[in-house]
């Protein structure tokens, strides 16, 4: 029985309610950083996998379209051409499935945390090319997409991520959507004219060696 007045009796109670709520918020506190902080390294390293996908596509894309480019000069693919074609299109389908994946969940992070209205300028410069990326590989396995427009639209989408990325590391981020898609038009339309200004250049010299 305790023979404590009432007065020292509640104090007791109070002090020791106040100091198992400092104790469970303090265990809170000390999860939640814990939780913080490997969320934080996890998305830390699906950015350092972002990166990497993103340097395997624009090198495997420059391979490829390069690739095509020797494949029209030459007017044929030897085996060991074909070899090295199928590499590097085996390194840009891993590419595109890195990239896929990790920006899915970046996206998706920022999504959960701001809501689709509060996606930037820079996160939608991600999905929209990456969108072009996957359309235009569909279209160009079922040969739906001509080869005029196909190499240069996914090399111009592979070098906007690229320099998306760049512009990250540099702070300059701070565009918005429509100048975006200003400067993706403009560089897709670029993209499309090199291409098919080289092809011409080389069909022309293919058939100017082939009549000499």
């Not at 998305?43 to 340097?55: E, H, N, P, R």
Request: glycine share 8%.
């Amino acid at each position: 029985m305790d023979l404590r007045p009432a007065s020292a009796h509640t104090e007791a109670v109070f002090l020791s309610t106040q100091s198992n709520v400092v104790h469970n918020t303090a265990s809170f506190g000390q999860k939640s950083l814990i939780d913080y902080a490997c969320m934080t390294m996890f998305l830390t390293l699906v950015a350092i996998i972002q990166s990497f996908a993103i340097s395997l596509g624009v090198g495997s894309s420059t391979l490829a379209i390069t690739n095509f480019f020797v494949a029209i000069a030459d007017g044929k693919i030897d085996e060991t051409e074909r070899k090295m074609m199928g590499v590097v299109y085996v390194v840009l389908r891993v590419a595109m499935v890195l990239i896929l994946g990790t920006t899915v969940l970046l996206v998706g992070n920022t999504w959960a945390t701001v809501g689709i209205s509060g996606l930037s300028a820079f996160t939608w410069g991600q999905i929209i090319p990456l969108v072009v990326l996957y359309v235009n590989a569909v279209l160009m396995t079922a040969h739906l997409m001509p080869s005029t427009f196909g190499p240069a639209l996914q090399a111009g989408s592979w070098y906007t991520l690229g320099t998306l990325s760049a512009l990250a590391i540099l702070d300059m981020t701070g565009f918005t959507l429509m100048q975006f898609l200003l400067g993706y038009i403009a560089w897709l339309v670029l993209a499309v004219a090199i291409v098919n200004g080289l092809m011409a250049v080389l069909k022309a010299r293919k058939t100017k060696s082939t009549t000499a």
